[in-house]
């Protein structure tokens, strides 16, 4: 089955940490640049980060120096370390994989960043 699994969303206060991960499946991971995007209430979905399938990576503006992607190709997985949570960061994250003209997206979870 083609599809993208996000975990590790949930409630943290201001300044914590996350770590979300996506695990792909039915599709040759290694070739796919991964990223993840965010959501928030009454907003457009926004790039975040993304890494190619040569393992390069980049950040909106916003999060560099707070977050960072990775990914293990064997493991068919990439994660998203988010350290300094502020609560502008709370959103909807979702995994995406992308090729050429084909988008994969997952389901999406729950960042909350609240005292």
């Known amino acids: 089955q083609v599809q993208l699994v996000e975990s590790g969303g949930g409630l943290v206060q201001p300044g914590g940490s996350l770590r979300l991960s996506c695990a792909a499946s039915?599709?040759?991971?290694?070739?796919?640049?991964m990223g993840w995007y965010r959501q928030a209430p009454g907003k457009q979905r926004e790039w975040v980060a993304s890494i190619t399938s040569g393992g390069n990576n980049n950040y909106v503006d916003s999060v560099k120096g707070r977050f960072t992607i990775s990914r293990d190709n064997a493991k068919n997985t990439v994660w998203l370390q988010m350290n300094s949570l502020k609560p502008e960061d709370t959103a909807v994250y979702y995994c995406?994989?992308?090729?050429?003209?084909?988008?994969?997206w997952g389901q999406g979870t729950q960042v909350t960043v609240s005292s």
């Open positions: 039915g599709i040759r991971f290694s070739i796919y640049a």
């Open positions: 995406n994989a992308h090729r050429g003209t084909y988008d994969l």
